[in-house]
């Protein structure tokens, strides 16, 4: 039984459109990344300036939910990178597996094509053989 992404092995697109879609994924990942630092940085400000008695409570509490919501986000687009990587593995080894059989049929082939010449060359020293025996 062929397995379900068999059919994309030979299409040099998907496997570009699947770099293509784990470097997408590592971007935003990155990018998630620098949002949470700077969320984590207003959060800072917003305790300071509750510390210094300016009213912040709503701020920080909204600042808190984008923040958890962010980091959320950040581990499914991991999340998502992996699986992306494992299916680009995945491809790689169905396209070394069909390379392997592909060398396995091209070596029995070699091996053929050996002793058919190996047969033809007895054939023509024993035809050789006995041309030169009746010229004596």
Same mark, same amino acid.
């Given at each position: 039984?062929?397995?379900?992404?068999?059919?994309?092995?030979?299409?040099?697109?998907?496997?570009?459109?699947?770099?293509?879609?784990?470097?997408?994924?590592?971007?935003?990942?990155?990018?998630?990344? $620098? *949002?949470?630092? #700077?969320?984590?940085?207003?959060?800072?400000?917003? @305790? &300071? =300036?509750?510390?210094?008695?300016?009213?912040?409570?709503?701020?920080?509490?909204?600042?808190?939910?984008?923040?958890?919501?962010? $980091? *959320?986000?950040? #581990?499914?687009?991991?999340?998502?990178?992996?699986? @992306? &990587? =494992?299916?680009?593995?995945?491809?790689?080894?169905?396209?070394?597996?069909?390379?392997?059989?592909?060398?396995?049929?091209?070596?029995?082939?070699?091996?053929?094509?050996?002793?058919?010449?190996?047969?033809?060359?007895?054939?023509?020293?024993?035809?050789?053989?006995?041309?030169?025996?009746?010229?004596?």
């Amino acid at each position: 039984m062929d397995p379900p992404l068999n059919r994309h092995i030979n299409a040099i697109d998907s496997m570009q459109t699947l770099h293509q879609l784990s470097r997408t994924w590592n971007m935003i990942y990155e990018d998630l990344g $620098d *949002l949470s630092e #700077r969320l984590g940085f207003l959060l800072s400000t917003a @305790t &300071k =300036l509750s510390d210094a008695g300016i009213k912040t409570h709503s701020t920080v509490e909204h600042l808190i939910f984008v923040k958890a919501r962010n $980091d *959320l986000r950040r #581990r499914w687009v991991s999340s998502f990178g992996e699986r @992306t &990587k =494992l299916i680009i593995g995945f491809l790689f080894s169905l396209a070394s597996q069909e390379n392997s059989q592909a060398n396995v049929k091209i070596a029995a082939t070699s091996r053929f094509i050996a002793r058919e010449t190996q047969r033809d060359n007895s054939s023509m020293m024993t035809l050789v053989s006995l041309l030169l025996r009746g010229l004596d």
